[in-house]
């Protein structure tokens, strides 16, 4: 059964650093993965989609890399902001290719 | 705009009331799932559907039902809500079942 860590579990920095979380998975048999940001008691929303064929996605100052053999994903923040502070989830595919198989979240505080 | 609505936003109920949390989505998609987020155990998916009339089980479909008669909604029924169901509920859509996930706002549901 998949099952998804994030480290670190939370992560606090000044405004402007680049960071780096980190997803691994299991199993590498995925078809895709998702990155997701969660702001407090609100719904998901959709960062990056990274399709099994891809080894990284762009969007803004965001970057998603994927490496499926070592089972790893990690999403680059550059000149990070404090609107930037959530909770970030990493979200591969189940095996069926029918959910998406959560991890817990890097909880994102960024100071100005 | 593109979206997936959830109603209610907030409901609280008493034990053994059935209810229904209704999800629309307006992107003509395919595939449709619910997930429950529990603190210490993240998002888990409760029951997807891969097109109309075409529904199954996620890993936490005990005490939930679902049904799916036209392609634009998915309801989330609880025929006798325990208090154990208690939980912040979200509706998803995607054009395809392997396609990328755009999520509804949530229903955070308390049951007593």
């Known amino acids: 059964k998949q099952e998804v860590t994030q480290i670190p579990a939370a992560l606090s920095v000044p405004e402007g650093e680049n960071l780096v979380l980190n997803c691994s998975f299991t199993?590498?048999?995925?078809?895709?993965l998702q990155w997701f940001r969660q702001d407090p008691g609100k719904g998901l929303t959709s960062l990056l989609l990274?399709?099994?064929?891809?080894r990284e996605q762009t969007s803004g100052r965001l970057n998603a890399s994927l490496d499926k053999s070592s089972g790893r994903s990690t999403l680059y923040i550059a000149a990070s902001q404090p609107g930037d502070s959530a909770t970030y989830l990493c979200?591969?595919?189940?095996?069926?290719?029918?959910?998406?198989?959560f991890g817990k979240g890097t909880t994102l505080s960024v100071s100005s | 705009e593109a979206q997936v609505t959830q109603n209610p936003r907030y409901l609280i109920t008493v034990t053994g009331k059935k209810l229904t949390v209704t999800c629309s989505q307006n992107m003509n998609h395919e595939y449709m799932s619910w997930y429950r987020q529990d603190p210490g155990l993240g998002l888990r998916q409760i029951y997807y559907?891969?097109?109309?009339?075409?529904?199954d089980k996620g890993d936490v479909p005990e005490g939930y039902k679902v049904s799916r008669k036209e392609k634009r909604n998915f309801p989330l029924i609880l025929e006798s809500p325990s208090p154990n169901q208690t939980s912040l509920y979200f509706c998803?859509?995607?054009?395809?079942?392997?396609?990328?996930?755009?999520f509804g706002s949530g229903t955070r549901l308390t049951v007593v």
């Open positions: 990274i399709q099994s064929s891809q």
């Open positions: 998803a859509s995607s054009l395809t079942w392997r396609g990328g996930y755009t």
């Open positions: 979200a591969p595919y189940n095996q069926a290719g029918t959910a998406l198989i």
């Open positions: 199993d590498s048999a995925i078809y895709n």
């Open positions: 559907s891969m097109n109309v009339e075409v529904t």
